[in-house]
């Protein structure tokens, strides 16, 4: 049974950094792209980050562009989310996810949740003004 558990959330100030990881369980996660979402109350989740399978390729939300950086350690199964110059906007529950497809395209870094097979629990993380 695959598990997906994120850490690394917390309650920080606007401008400050964190690092989230998602360390994935059950299944060898190599040969698979991954992504990172959030969702505040009342809202859709939305696209943050996404890796294609080898590290190789990565996609980003317009809003966190230059700011966040995805990133993954195959030895690790692990699944990373480096964001600095955080904003009080951006306060939400972080989730990470796995997609279990083999894309056509090796490069491909998915950014739809309907592409992504298991997902975490959440992460949350506040940001304070």
């Known amino acids: 049974q695959v598990q997906v558990a994120e850490s690394g959330g917390g309650l920080v100030q606007a401008g400050a950094s964190l690092r989230l990881s998602c360390l994935v369980s059950?299944?060898?996660?190599?040969?698979?792209?991954m992504g990172w979402f959030r969702q505040v109350p009342g809202k859709e989740r939305e696209f943050v980050a996404s890796?294609?399978?080898?590290?190789?390729?990565?996609d980003y939300a317009d809003s966190v562009k230059g700011r966040f950086t995805i990133s993954r350690d195959h030895a690790k199964n692990t699944l990373y989310l480096q964001m600095d110059s955080l904003k009080p906007e951006e306060t939400a529950l972080y989730y990470c996810?796995?997609?279990?497809?083999?894309?056509?395209?090796?490069?491909?870094?998915?950014?739809?949740?309907?592409?992504?097979?298991?997902w975490g629990q959440g992460t949350q993380v506040t940001v304070s003004s």
């Open positions: 996810a796995l997609s279990a497809t083999y894309y056509s395209s090796p490069r491909y870094a998915p950014n739809k949740d309907s592409e992504y097979a298991y």
């Open positions: 059950g299944r060898i996660v190599a040969s698979f792209a």
């Open positions: 890796i294609n399978w080898n590290g190789a390729s990565t």
